[in-house]
């Protein structure tokens, strides 16, 4: 081992995160309305003071686990809980069953609205990672509610309070898309190290979504694993979404997979997910899609 070598490449990852951590705490934190700013050039411009919902979770949850590795800082503290703050004072749709919006204006005015549950999904880790930093039961409270409203809306559980509908007429083509148990996976790890009194929960829905991936989205034979599918987990050539494989969904499919085995010492899916991984960066389903689809025809003047 080239302990040199080594020792430069630790100091390099120090440098960067350290970088990276203050440009967004001197760029990023919008310290007059709170929460942070998430259109930033290279140089730390704002080319748009609308504000993703997402990146707000993101953002407190990233802070929060900053301290939770290198110990907690008082401006890492402070950027993370405005966040939380701003999401919560502007961010949910309270006539809409504490559904959460898209986007957001810079002082908090709701913008966009979507079907989707993702932006519960980051604001659920966000409160969990913030509760494990400083037990206050009221961010695990709201990281709770966020874990099962989502659930309930990707089971079918319950109508959406939002009443936007599905993306698709369902009487015409109904399907699943992988980031729903992909996501709701990653959920259940954060809350799984932040609430340990509920590891059994979250491993059941945990152990659920592993085999919505492999049954319905993995398709080892094609070397890849499909963004949507039908409802059977059929492969649908014919239609774009029905092609559509998306490499960087798949590293996280991985690291969220392999969070799991991990957690359960699983090796066999250890393995697996990591074939998830190769066939992502090898491009495999290029291969594969060639042949799943009819030769070009021949002319014939």
């Keep these: ?52 919902v997402w990146m707000q979770g993101r953002c407190a949850w990233t802070y929060s686990w900053l301290c ?43 913008l966009r609205q979507r079907r989707y549950f993702f932006s519960e999904s980051f604001y659920a880790i966000a409160n969990a990672e913030y509760y494990a930093l400083t ?12 874990y099962d409203l989502y659930w309930k809306l990707y089971q079918g559980l319950m109508e959406d309070p939002v009443g ?17 148990p992909m996501i709701y996976l990653n959920i259940c790890s954060v809350l799984r190290r932040c609430d340990p009194a509920h590891t059994e929960e979250y491993d059941q829905r945990s152990q659920q ?12 034979d094609m070397h890849c ?12 050539g014919d239609v774009t979404e029905g092609r559509i494989v998306n490499p960087g969904h798949d590293i996280e499919c991985t690291w969220f997979l ?5 957690h359960k010492g699983d090796k066999e899916l250890h393995k697996q997910a990591e074939a998830i991984f190769n066939d992502a960066i090898n491009a495999g389903w290029d291969k594969e899609y060639a042949r799943a689809c009819p030769p070009k025809p021949t002319s014939t003047t």
């Design 135 to 146: 037990g206050e039961q009221v961010y695990l409270d709201r990281a709770r509610f966020a």
């Design 225 to 236: 694993t499909l963004e949507n599918v039908g409802p059977d987990g059929e492969f649908r």
């Design 209 to 220: 979504c592993v085999e919505e991936i492999f049954k319905y989205h993995r398709k080892a």
């Design 258 to 262: 392999m969070e799991y085995a991990n």
């Design 68 to 110: 939770h590795l290198y110990g907690k800082k008082d401006e890492w503290m402070a950027f993370a809980k405005s966040c939380l703050d701003f999401m919560e004072d502007h961010c949910i749709n309270r006539d809409k069953g504490n559904r959460m919006y898209f986007t957001v204006t810079a002082d908090g005015k709701p």
């Design 1 to 52: 081992m080239n302990k040199d070598l080594l020792a430069s490449q630790q100091q390099w990852i120090r440098e960067e995160l350290s970088r990276c951590a203050d440009f967004w705490l001197t760029k990023g934190w919008d310290k007059e309305h709170g929460g942070v700013y998430t259109c930033l050039d290279r140089w730390g411009n704002i080319y748009s003071t609308d504000k993703s």
């Design 164 to 180: 936007m509908g599905p993306k698709t007429i369902p009487e015409t083509r109904s399907g699943r898309a992988l980031g729903n």
